[in-house]
């Protein structure tokens, strides 16, 4: 039972996020060999000013913090 979890900014239309799940389950049934029915796929949204990269949040301007 494959588990994927997608991480990204929060604001994704739900069509999207299915879409997105589609794709990742239909990836995992035709080249990993799961069955459809195992495959879970977990959205995490962010906010952006909870998102750090290099120790700066990523909402921050280049150069100002």
């Known amino acids: 039972m494959p588990v994927v ?10 069509e999207k996020k299915r879409q ?11 080249i990993g060999g799961s ?5 879970h796929v977990i959205f995490e949204n962010i906010s952006k000013t ?10 921050a301007e280049k150069g100002g913090g």
């Open 35 to 39: 069955k459809r029915d195992g495959v």
């Open 5 to 14: 979890r997608v991480s990204f900014y929060e604001g994704r239309s739900v």
């Open 50 to 59: 909870d998102w750090v990269i290099g120790g700066a949040p990523e909402f």
């Open 20 to 30: 997105i799940a589609e794709a990742i389950t239909k990836a995992l049934v035709d």
